[in-house]
């Protein structure tokens, strides 16, 4: 089981902007098949790299808001966040080498 955390707009803050570690957030939905593809990938992710990254899911039906401050109008969006600031995005469906591509210099 993995260690996603679901993040909303009451908890961005604490979870991803104040983190201590990378975070990389998976904007998706439920009816999204792209982003149940790569769900499995994201959760074995979150287990293998827990406590050196975070995995956050954002769901775009519940959490339209920030999904459009962060100019998502694609899902799945991935955005890898450092230090609070976005420093990687990655849109659609990848592998799991793209995904940690994305990541593994920040670990």
Do not use: H
């Not at 593809?37 to 406590?51: A, D, T, Y």
């Not at 769901?59 to 920030?66: P, R, S, T």
Request: some cysteine.
């Amino acid at each position: 089981m993995g260690v996603e955390i679901n993040v909303t707009r009451e908890n961005f803050e604490a979870e991803v902007k104040n983190s201590d570690i990378p975070v990389i957030i998976d904007f998706w939905a439920e009816w999204c098949v792209p982003c149940k593809m790569i769900g499995p990938v994201l959760e074995e992710i979150s287990e293998e790299f827990k406590g050196k990254l975070k995995v956050a899911k954002i769901n775009v039906d519940e959490a339209g808001e920030l999904a459009s401050e962060y100019g998502v109008i694609s899902i799945p969006t991935l955005m890898v966040f450092n230090k609070g600031e976005m420093v990687t995005q990655q849109v659609g469906a990848v592998s799991r080498q793209v995904i940690e591509a994305m990541f593994k210099d920040l670990l």
